[in-house]
């Protein structure tokens, strides 16, 4: 059953941008976890992380990129509600932000490293 959600954005900004282009970059037609379903829209996708009970889902339908964009995107509104110190909030808002540091080359292993650092939270 798709899921139904507004599609404003978030006060982090969120990575939600519909029709865009970091959604599905290698055109898998069917899930990850079940062959004989289609693979779900940007829209689901951003809908299903835009939950309260976003835990509960493990986007196994999800190939790896949208899987860390989902995954990053749960964490950003996880953080929000967390008491850090300045350090860790820095340090753990780095790695689940929408996007890398412009000036820097871009490394996709580091920002799936750093993806990866910041939802395990």
Known sequence: ??????????????????????????????????????YPTDRDVYCRSNTHAADDDEFADLGLSDFFIAHRRVARRKLERL???????????????????????????LEASMGYAGVVV
Do not use: K
């Open 1 to 38: 059953m798709p899921a139904q959600c507004s599609t404003r954005s978030s006060s982090t900004g969120g990575s939600f941008v519909e029709g865009s282009s970091s959604h599905n970059q290698h055109r898998f037609s069917s899930a990850r976890d079940d062959l004989s379903r289609p």
């Open 83 to 109: 008491q850090l110190s300045p350090y860790q909030a820095g340090l753990l808002s780095r790695g689940v932000q929408v996007g890398m540091e412009r000036r820097e080359p871009y490394n996709v292993v």
